[in-house]
């Protein structure tokens, strides 16, 4: 048996498959010991190929907008690339439990109360969809424009097509699958993106006197590092849970952190070194600037890459978000509607021009909500050391995460202290926070994890331990 195939009962008798192009039956139900596989350098590749994304390239480059020098920026980069640590020792959870990240989060908030976080957490997946959708089909459809293939309308509803239907075969194969091609193309991405690191690398601005940004450049800096591990806290479980009950934390927590260290800290770089050098208001056409003319095309063909894998990921893990908000269908039927709202979001956002600037100050916006459901959710899991009790996580009102009527007091304050520390704190441009002009203009949206998780802390530290039986 490889590590990319296993067989498994599914409740009821059937069979469940994570095989590699079969589709996937198993859900949020638990993984039984006897039908996990795997090893944690599985999770090196899945990390790696599903950051190897344009994104860190934009991320990058904001940092140097924000006004910080080459150096500076390349710190916060370096800095933000660490979270993954954090993200990637999350996964000891799922190897515990053999179920989804959000299910387990209903330890700290309860069965309801987890339930408007799930909601809110798949409308964001869904819009790091479209984003991504967005990016690589306006790659490909340059792409086919360069080639002299087709252009307008036609080209782009074509490009659409195949960004779509690249993410969505994959996606609905599941698990198994996933990861299989995020270890291949990751293998292609990864040279790619670093033959162009080779052409812009040296030609960045390294020198010049010592930039002063301030608390607004610093702060906003950060926050757009780390959203993007952030963003992964709803999901490292997800990819976990098929992994052998002994994999052990150290070996988890290093490979997967590795992998999304490695690559957004690289792209991130990258997004740096371009924008010391030309204008990164379009990145894409502003890279595109930078790099040899035989090489453009081949540059396109790695911004479609990356999104598709990025958009693997985020759409496989929505599928499992809806079987917890309760749709009554299982993982494979329940992405249709994902992959339907995804395809929906992108053909407005590639035809109506102001969409996708309203989307992204939306999804900005949320930060206010998934930081300090973070803070909660990551003070939990080390509170427990990741020892749940794993049937209760799926009992309902009969087991023991139900608390008073469904709802977890001690987490559902915590998200709530940290959530209005985040909305004082927050610079967007749908909400200015009242705390952030006396503050310098500082954006501490992100210190709201913080502030949830040591709250959680103090009003849970006496009643929530480790379950004292692994199930």
């Known amino acids: 048996m490889t590590q990319q195939e296993t067989t498994a009962r599914a ?54 907008a924000f006004g910080l020098s080459f150096w500076q920026a ?45 909601m809110l ?3 964001v997946s869904i819009g790091y969809t479209i984003l991504n959708t967005v990016v690589g089909t306006l790659a490909l459809e340059a792409f086919f424009a360069d080639l002299g293939w087709v252009s307008g309308h036609t080209g782009r509803a074509l490009a659409l097509l195949v960004t779509l239907a690249l993410t969505f075969v994959v996606a609905l194969w599941g698990h198994a699958t996933v990861q299989f091609a995020e270890r291949w193309i990751a293998y292609v991405l990864a040279v790619g993106f670093a033959v162009l690191l080779v052409f812009l690398l040296p030609g960045a601005d390294t020198g010049g006197a010592a930039v002063h940004p301030g608390a607004s450049g610093w702060s906003l800096a950060f926050v757009v590092m780390l959203a993007g591990p952030f963003s992964y806290v709803p999901m490292p479980a997800d990819y976990t849970r098929y992994l052998p009950r002994t994999t052990s934390m150290r070996s988890l927590t290093w490979y997967g952190a590795l992998g999304g260290f ?18 990164m208001t379009d990145a894409v056409a502003g890279t595109e600037k930078l790099l040899p003319g035989w090489f453009q095309p081949l540059f396109l063909a790695l911004v479609l890459g990356g999104s598709v894998t990025n958009s693997i990921v985020t759409l496989y893990s929505s599928s499992l978000n809806l079987q917890v908000l309760g749709v009554p269908w299982s993982r494979s039927k329940a992405i249709i509607i994902s992959a339907s709202v995804t395809a929906a979001g992108s053909l407005c956002a590639l035809f109506l021009t102001d969409f996708t600037s309203s ?26 050391c990741c020892r749940y009790d794993a049937p209760a996580l799926h ?23 940290g959530m209005a520390f985040a909305a004082l ?16 203009g500082a954006d501490l949206t992100l ?7 040591l709250v959680y802390w103090a009003l849970a530290r006496r009643t929530v331990a480790p379950h004292t039986a692994l199930s």
């Open 11 to 64: 409740p009821g008798g059937t069979m469940a498959t994570d095989q590699v192009f079969q589709v996937e039956t198993n859900g949020i139900e638990p993984v039984p010991d006897e039908d996990r596989h795997g090893s944690a350098k599985d999770l090196f590749w899945l990390w790696f190929g599903s950051n190897l994304t344009f994104t860190y390239v934009i991320n990058g480059a904001l940092a140097v």
């Open 74 to 118: 390349t710190g916060v980069v370096v800095l933000g690339g660490l979270a993954f640590f954090a993200i990637s020792a999350a996964g000891l959870s799922g190897v515990r439990t053999g179920t989804a990240t959000l299910v387990i989060s209903r330890a700290p908030f309860g069965v309801r109360g987890n339930w408007p976080a799930g």
């Open 121 to 123: 957490n798949w409308v």
């Open 262 to 279: 490695v690559s957004s800290v690289a792209l991130g770089v990258a997004g740096v070194a371009a924008a010391t050098q030309t204008d």
């Open 359 to 384: 989307l992204l100050s939306f999804l900005s916006l949320l930060i206010i909500v998934f930081a300090p459901w973070g803070g909660v959710f990551l003070a939990d899991m080390i509170m427990r």
């Open 395 to 417: 009992a309902g009102p009969d087991g023991a995460y139900w608390y008073r009527s469904g709802y977890h007091p001690a987490g559902m304050t915590a998200l709530l202290v």
């Open 425 to 440: 704190t927050c610079d967007s441009e749908l909400w200015t926070g009242p705390l952030v002009a006396p503050l310098g």
């Open 447 to 453: 210190l709201g994890s913080v502030v949830s998780g």
